[in-house]
């Protein structure tokens, strides 16, 4: 329930993917948002979870076909390799 909890994060119920983005990091309450639970009694099925989403994510970039707006996307080479700023594209299933 904290992570739906106004006092630990603004509009909670809205959907705002950039609520972790590294500019807005520090603004989270450390443990306010566990999805897997913590300590001893956390969801055991954790790195099984992130597993099978990785599988998903592959499956799906192997069955969609996307047409990039820009076709020169700048890329920022840090250790996990990201695209340095947002890109429009449009996705066509194969």
């Known amino acids: 329930m904290t992570q739906r909890n106004p006092r630990y994060f603004a509009d909670p119920l809205v ?6 983005s590294s500019e807005r990091k520090t603004d989270i309450v450390r443990n306010s948002y566990f999805p897997f639970g913590l300590g001893i009694r956390n969801c055991v099925g954790t790195h099984f ?3 099978a989403l990785a599988i998903v994510i592959a499956e799906l970039a192997a069955s ?7 076709k020169q996307p700048a890329v920022q ?4 390799m990201h695209l340095a700023n947002a890109m429009s594209a449009t996705g066509s299933r194969i």
């Not at 959907?15 to 972790?20: A, E, G, K, V």
């Not at 969609?64 to 820009?70: I, N, S, T, Y």
């Open 49 to 51: 979870s992130m597993l």
């Open 77 to 80: 080479a840090t250790p996990t």
């Open 64 to 70: 969609v076909d996307l047409d990039f707006a820009d």
């Open 15 to 20: 959907f705002d993917p950039l609520r972790w």
